[in-house]
């Protein structure tokens, strides 16, 4: 049996915890930031759970988690 390959691209930008929550970070944060509100851009740095139909394309990109 061959090993299965981890997407490098996913295992980068989702964390998964213990309890099989996938998480990500939210987009908008990398630029054009000054005409963005601090409220707004303080929301931006929290990490959020992904939806939960999306966890069986995940199990597939990562075999090993």
Same mark, same amino acid.
């Given at each position: 049996?061959? +090993?299965? !390959? ?8 989702? +964390?998964?915890t213990?309890?099989?929550k996938?998480?990500?970070h @939210?987009?908008? *944060?990398s630029?054009?930031?000054?005409? !963005?509100s601090? !409220?707004? @851009?303080? *929301?931006?740095?929290r990490?959020?759970c992904?939806?939960?139909?999306d966890? +069986?394309?995940f ?7």
């Amino acid at each position: 049996m061959y +090993k299965l !390959k981890t997407s490098s691209s996913i295992f980068k930008r989702f +964390k998964i915890t213990s309890g099989n929550k996938i998480f990500r970070h @939210k987009s908008s *944060k990398s630029h054009l930031l000054q005409k !963005k509100s601090s !409220k707004r @851009k303080r *929301k931006l740095r929290r990490s959020v759970c992904t939806i939960f139909s999306d966890i +069986k394309n995940f199990k597939n990109a990562l075999p090993y988690i």
